[in-house]
């Protein structure tokens, strides 16, 4: 005769090996998830890099037909941004105004704004007590050091509008002043914190270069005493 077949029974996981597979399913969904952040943040940063530059380029060729002068800011009392005196030389105004990681993009649009904002010591006159110019930059061949003078910056979350468009740097004395005027911190990974030294930004110089920088540095600089938008002499 012949003997029956026996099946053996498979013994399902135990509830180590799946608690295991647990952890190491989520560990690989935490560091996939971070990778991706990182890479849409960084995605953000080129592109409004890539705006900041074209802003620049503007400003450069519209100092050219214009005797150097530099396009107003609505300190001087112009109804709307600097950023549509660039606007022929701009492909799409609209898009370049905005940058990617601005979570107000949309009223910004709205309001007819822009995401960036001007420094104002180098775009708005100073003046002594007496209403006489003491300062001004306004025009290019005036700036000493085009390639270590900041021209422009990401603006603040707490501006919006066409008054908007330039920042008050001359008055930068400690971190707080600062952050009413710009994001030194636009791009950044996980949720926003109350520490705004974590994360970077994006910076236009006058020679038209754009560099990205922490915002730790930037305030070392301001508790230091040194106003990053005063051009070095």
């Not at 053996?8 to 996981?13: D, I, L, N, S, V």
């Not at 007496?130 to 910056?153: E, Y």
């Not at 994001?183 to 970077?200: L, V, Y």
């Not at 106003?227 to 070095?232: D, G, I, K, S, W």
Request: charged share 20%.
């Amino acid at each position: 005769m012949r003997r029956p077949i026996q099946f053996t029974r498979r013994k399902g996981f135990t509830l180590l090996e799946l608690l295991v597979v647990l952890v190491v399913v989520a560990l690989l969904f935490s560091l996939s998830f971070g990778a991706v952040q990182a890479g849409l943040v960084r995605a953000k940063q080129t592109s409004c890099a890539s705006n900041l530059r074209q802003i620049g380029m503007a400003i450069t060729i519209y100092a050219a037909e214009n005797s150097g002068r530099l396009p107003k800011t609505s300190h001087t009392g112009n109804n709307k941004s600097w950023i549509y005196s660039l606007a022929s030389y701009l492909e799409d105004v609209d898009k370049v105004r905005i940058c990617p990681g601005d979570p107000f993009a949309q009223k910004r649009l709205k309001e007819k704004g822009t995401s960036y904002t001007l420094n104002s010591i180098i775009f708005n006159p100073s003046y002594d007590g007496d209403g006489n110019i003491v300062t001004k930059f306004d025009r290019l061949p005036l700036i000493p050091k085009l390639s270590q003078t900041l021209l422009a910056f990401v603006v603040s979350d707490q501006k919006f509008g066409i008054g908007a468009d330039h920042t008050h740097s001359e008055v930068w004395n400690n971190w707080t002043s600062v952050l009413v005027d710009i994001t030194p911190d636009r791009f950044r990974r996980g949720q926003a914190s109350t520490d705004r030294t974590k994360g970077r930004s994006n910076y236009l110089y006058a020679d038209g270069h754009v560099e990205s920088l922490d915002a730790a540095k930037l305030k070392t600089l301001i508790d230091q005493g040194i106003t990053p938008a005063m051009p070095p002499e």
